[in-house]
């Protein structure tokens, strides 16, 4: 388990990031700093934004999360240091997590968050404020819950997915991989990889690029 005690530097410092450096603060830990490969972006909040480090020259011993709202960016970024950094997580005080609820590295919780028993959250998954996981969900890595999606018992979304602000998805359905739903769907039937899908009922209106993770 990650040392909470270290120092905690953020992976980007747009708006994302400055969300989940105000649960940092809340949960009153240290962020030691804020990079990003925006040459422009200075500062984020009170902490001066410093330019990515090459390859080797990350700050050690650390935490990391990676404050990255884009799930594509935040898997390679992931995978390209995994074995040189140590990803923690960022839970609000005022979200709810059921005791029986496993979360992995780099995930980030917001404020009213709730998750219910026995569902599984992934690794550098999102779930954004206000949204519902319900009990017995598997979310895969790096998905993206937006503010105010519920998903109800049983639902199962693949990796990398993104399921739009105030969407709702009913027990028992399956979302597969890198797939997309539009804000406000409502999701009735199981989801096949990289579809997108918007509507009341959701519908499949394309399908994602695949090559998309190359």
Do not use: E, M
């Given at each position: 388990m990650a040392d909470k005690a270290l120092n905690v530097y953020l992976i980007g410092a747009r708006g994302h990031s400055k969300v989940i450096a105000d649960i940092l603060n809340v949960q009153k830990r240290l962020i030691g700093g804020v990079f990003d490969r925006d040459a422009h972006i200075k500062q984020m909040l009170e902490f001066f934004v410093e330019n990515q480090p090459e390859e080797g020259q990350w700050p050690s011993p650390a935490l990391f999360i990676i404050g990255i709202g884009n799930n594509f960016i935040r898997k390679r970024i992931a995978e390209e240091n995994h074995d040189v950094m140590?990803?923690?997580?960022?839970?609000?005080?005022?979200?709810?997590?059921?005791?029986?609820?496993t979360i992995g590295e780099g995930t980030v919780v917001m404020a009213g968050a709730v998750v219910n028993v026995d569902s599984y959250i992934g690794k550098h998954v999102?779930?954004?404020?206000?949204?519902?996981?319900?009990?017995?969900?598997?979310?895969?890595?790096?998905?993206?819950v937006s503010p105010n999606a519920a998903l109800a018992g049983s639902v199962e979304v693949g990796e990398?997915?993104?399921?739009?602000?105030?969407?709702?998805?009913?027990?028992?359905?399956?979302?597969?991989?890198?797939?997309t739903i539009g804000a406000g769907s409502v999701v009735i039937r199981d989801v096949p990889d990289y579809a997108v899908v918007v509507g009341n009922p959701g519908r499949i209106i394309k399908y994602n690029k695949k090559d998309i993770l190359k």
């Open positions: 140590i990803f923690t997580t960022a839970v609000h005080p005022r979200s709810t997590i059921s005791s029986y609820v999102i779930l954004n404020t206000n949204c519902s996981i319900d009990h017995d969900c598997i979310l895969g890595d790096y998905v993206h990398g997915t993104h399921i739009g602000i105030g969407t709702n998805v009913i027990q028992g359905i399956k979302i597969g991989r890198w797939v």
